[in-house]
C-alpha cells in the first residue's frame, strides 16, 4: 500500500471536485484486481491526474524520465506510481514497464493517441496497446475524458474551473480479430479501443 498515493488521491479528489466538479461514470467496469490497462483519449497534460484520481484503485503511467531530474518533483512522481521512459529507447522502455506492471497485477494508464490531440478531437491510436494486451492478456478498459482541454488547453499554462467529466468503458479483450498478422492484429484491436472511447463521448 502507498500511504501517500493514498494520501493524495483522496485529497485530489476532493480539490477536483471542487474546481473541476468532476463527474465520473463507470467506475464499476474496472476490474477489482488483476493486471488492467486504462486506455484513455488525451488532450491535456491534466489527463493522467484526472484519469488515476478518478479510477477506484491505484494507477500507474508512464512519463518522460526528464522528468525524474526536478528534485522534490521527481519525489512526488515516483511516490505517486510514475514510471520514467526514454526517449530514444521509448518502445523498448515503455514495453518493459508496461508488462512488468501487469504482469504482478497493476493497473497502468495509456494514451494510445500517443501525444496530446486538438481540444475535442480523438486521433487514431497507436498500435501499441494492442501489443501490451497480448503479451499480458489482461483487459483493456476505454476510457474517455472530457473538458480537460478546456480546463488546461494545449497552449496555455493556466488552469480554468471547466467541468471535467471522466467515463470507464467496459472491458475489452484482444480476441476475434480478422488481421493475421501480428502488427495488423495490434492496430486492429488499437482501432478498435479507440472507436470504444468516440463511442463514450
Given at each position: ?27 464499476n467496469?474496472?476490474?477489482k484486481?488483476?493486471?488492467v ?12 491526474v ?9 494507477v ?31 518502445q523498448?522502455?515503455?514495453a ?56 488546461l488547453?494545449r497552449d ?46
Amino acid at each position: 500500500m502507498n500511504i501517500f498515493y493514498v494520501f493524495v488521491h483522496g485529497t485530489m479528489r476532493v480539490v477536483l471536485k471542487v474546481l473541476f466538479r468532476m463527474e465520473v461514470k463507470g467506475r464499476n467496469n474496472i476490474p477489482k484486481r488483476g493486471g488492467v490497462i486504462l486506455a484513455a483519449n488525451h488532450e491535456s497534460f491534466l489527463d493522467p491526474v484526472v484519469a488515476s484520481i478518478a479510477s477506484p484503485r491505484q494507477v500507474y503511467f508512464l512519463a518522460r524520465e526528464e522528468l525524474f531530474q526536478l528534485g522534490f518533483f521527481s519525489w512526488i512522481i515516483k511516490n505517486l506510481n510514475a514510471l520514467p521512459i526514454s526517449r530514444e529507447r521509448m518502445q523498448i522502455s515503455i514495453a518493459k514497464q508496461s508488462l512488468g506492471i501487469l504482469r504482478k497485477g497493476g493497473v497502468l494508464l495509456l494514451f494510445p493517441e500517443g501525444t496530446r490531440s486538438p481540444e475535442g478531437t480523438i486521433a487514431e491510436g497507436k498500435r501499441g496497446v494492442g501489443l501490451i494486451a497480448a503479451k499480458t492478456n489482461v483487459p483493456v478498459i476505454p476510457v474517455f475524458i472530457k473538458g480537460s482541454g478546456k480546463a488546461l488547453p494545449r497552449d496555455s499554462k493556466w488552469i480554468t474551473t471547466h467541468k471535467v467529466w471522466v467515463t470507464f468503458g467496459k472491458p475489452l479483450y484482444m480476441e476475434n480479430l480478422e488481421s493475421k498478422n501480428k502488427k495488423d492484429a495490434y492496430q486492429e484491436f488499437s482501432d478498435r479501443v479507440m472507436e470504444e472511447i468516440r463511442k463514450l463521448a
